[in-house]
């Protein structure tokens, strides 16, 4: 199919995998209200159009956490991405260094830390998630640095996974879940071909590098469902920021509380984040919650975001809510399913193009440029009313 705008290749996507793992990126918990009320609410989000401002040529790069990105975009971190391209994690991190930007490596990635930081030159970022088993953490948090990740990502909004309805239906979890896995793999012979057999070993490299042991899908699931840690708080986290002489960003923010308290344990950047409406569904959009915790903490700490993102013109739009930069996920998966390395390159291409027209019709000549002023004066007024 003809791909012209990065909402195309979520059709691509659906055609070319198996039903378990299209729905497993693509939905979200219970109802999935949160998810859809993530796109829905950014699409709300109208700019002030600005003529004859002489932009010129718009620049997209932008200084984020002491680097320069080639735009204020990075590669969010996506569990079981070698699943949806031979080694994915690798093709995506590739794509992501070929466009200047990061790349987050998931937990619970196909390939391990190693493979990747082998595989990719670009600036590659660590998420690690709360777990249970600290000898896990901290063997990640080693084997992170060794490899020359320099910045981690701590995921803190998945105590207990989400109710996702949709993977029990479609064969990911739930009653005699492999054998719908293989049925629906061979009815998809060039994701076959391509993933299930010439990209093996599929196995969680990272886990399978401390266990010893071989994780199958079923493992991985039982290993989400029993090995985060409800029972955690923020003191608990302090030795996460004593030890790791890095960068440390805390994704899955919503309340400006909890951003408080991100600053108060020394983090150096925070994601606004529901998780792409995977956990509670029911809670408030990232692009509401974005406003409340910049005023909160964005004079103190990086403030990036992610859920909803699906266009150049939606980064605009979280840069004019106040995010320094967003991070993406289902759309980069989306063009790694359907056309690997390729498709995320060309994913990259086109948010780009889209932010350049957009901040040249708002009269924004760069990233540094973008800030409320850009919102329409309704959005500005019910951004006002709501505190």
Not at 66 to 94: C, D, F, H, K, N
Not at 281 to 289: E, N, P
Not at 315 to 326: E, F, H, Q, S, W
Request: charge should be positive; glycine fraction near 10%.
């Amino acid at each position: 199919m003809i791909i012209s705008a990065p909402t195309d290749y979520r059709e691509a996507a659906r055609r070319r995998l198996p039903r378990f793992l299209f729905d497993y990126i693509d939905g979200g918990a219970v109802t999935e209200n949160t998810m859809t009320s993530n796109a829905a609410a950014l699409q709300t989000i109208a700019l002030r159009q600005r003529v004859l401002q002489g932009v010129g040529e718009p620049s997209l790069d932008a200084a984020i956490m002491g680097s320069r990105w080639a735009m204020p975009i990075a590669l969010g971190p996506v569990g079981a991405t070698g699943m949806y391209a031979r080694r994915g994690e690798v093709q995506a991190a590739r794509a992501a260094a070929a466009a200047g930007v990061p790349y987050t490596l998931s937990t619970v990635s196909v390939c391990p830390i190693e493979e990747v930081a082998r595989g990719a030159s670009g600036e590659l970022w660590s998420q690690l998630y709360v777990l249970r088993d600290r000898g896990y953490m901290r063997n990640a948090l080693e084997r992170a640095w060794a490899a020359g990740m320099k910045t981690l990502v701590f995921t803190v909004d998945m105590p207990v996974p989400g109710s996702r309805y949709r993977d029990r239906r479609s064969g990911m979890s739930g009653p005699a879940a492999t054998l719908r896995q293989y049925a629906q793999a061979v009815t998809h012979p060039h994701w076959a071909c391509d993933v299930g057999l010439l990209g093996r070993p599929l196995s969680f490299g990272n886990i399978e590098a401390y266990t010893g042991r071989k994780m199958s899908m079923n493992d991985y699931m039982g290993f989400i469902g029993s090995n985060f840690d409800p029972s955690i708080g923020w003191s608990e986290l302090e030795w996460i920021r004593d030890s790791w002489k890095g960068k440390l960003v805390i994704k899955g923010l919503l309340d400006p509380d909890d951003a408080r308290d991100a600053r108060r344990l020394g983090a150096d950047g925070i994601v606004v984040s529901n998780h792409g409406g995977r956990q509670l569904d029911g809670t408030i959009s990232t692009a509401r919650a974005l406003p409340d915790v910049v005023d909160a903490v964005g004079g103190d700490l990086t403030v990036l975001a992610d859920s909803g993102v699906r266009s150049g013109l939606d980064v605009v739009r979280m840069l004019a809510l106040g995010a320094k930069g967003v991070l993406l996920g289902r759309a980069y998966i989306y063009a790694l399913a359907a056309r690997g390395q390729r498709g995320v390159s060309h994913l990259l291409d086109l948010f780009a193009a889209d932010m350049k027209i957009t901040m040249t019709l708002i009269g924004a000549k760069s990233p540094a440029d973008i800030s409320r002023d850009a919102l329409d004066s309704a959005i500005k007024q019910s951004l006002r009313r709501s505190r």
